[in-house]
């Protein structure tokens, strides 16, 4: 899902627009089926149990129950986070959203950004993704986890900040409206 161009100002150009990269689904994904797998096992193994029916099928219902919470917790609402993050670079400002009910978000403008870096370790690497750190005039540097390609979302977030930068030295100052003309002095 593509981030939402009506929150754009007009005439603003999106240059990279994603979600987090894609490994970090990895994780929920495994514990999904490692959860299905257990509740899939006590099932079995209630059925070879020598239980009472009631007591059987409230165990059965608890261990059902059981499974899907951690499902939601651990593996549904990490995609649903997954999914409504959003890390934009336009040619005005850098903009990440993220959040379902509760929204947070943070607008950079690129005339104000000091430092852009990228860190990425081994398995990062090779999942071509990392952390970029963007240090601001004012506020202390912000890390945003997880970007795809991060090394070219550096490269062009870079541009973008030099094209933002000569575009203010490019632009003439601004002056005063001129003063209208003096009235003619009277003759005597």
């Known amino acids: 899902m593509a981030y939402p161009r009506n929150l754009l ?30 509740v899939a096992f006590v099932l079995w193994w209630l059925g070879t149990v020598e239980l009472d029916g009631i007591a059987e099928t409230i165990l059965a219902v608890t261990v059902g129950v059981v499974g899907l ?5 651990l593996a549904i609402a ?10 934009v670079i336009t040619d005005r400002r850098v903009i990440y959203r993220t959040g379902v009910l509760t929204k947070s978000g943070i607008d950079i403008p ?17 999942f071509r993704t990392g952390t970029l750190i963007i240090e601001s005039a004012s506020d202390d540097p912000l890390s945003f986890d997880d ?36 009235p ?5």
Do not use: C
Request: no cysteine; hydrophobic share 50%; glycine share 2%.
């Open 9 to 38: 100002a007009p005439d603003e150009e999106v240059v990279v627009d994603s979600h987090p990269h894609w490994k970090a689904l990895v994780g929920p994904v495994i514990v999904s089926v490692l959860a299905i797998a257990l």
């Open 78 to 87: 990490p995609f649903i986070r997954w999914a409504t993050t959003h890390f």
């Open 110 to 126: 690129l005339a104000r950004v000091n430092t852009v870096q990228f860190r990425h370790g081994l398995i990062d690497r090779m």
């Open 147 to 182: 970007i795809p390609n991060v090394e070219k979302v550096h490269a062009v977030l870079y541009h973008e900040v030099f094209e933002a930068l000569e575009g203010d030295e490019d632009e003439p100052p601004r002056t005063s409206p001129p003063a209208p003309p003096a």
């Open 69 to 73: 919470v951690l499902i939601v917790w």
């Open 184 to 188: 003619p002095a009277p003759t005597a």
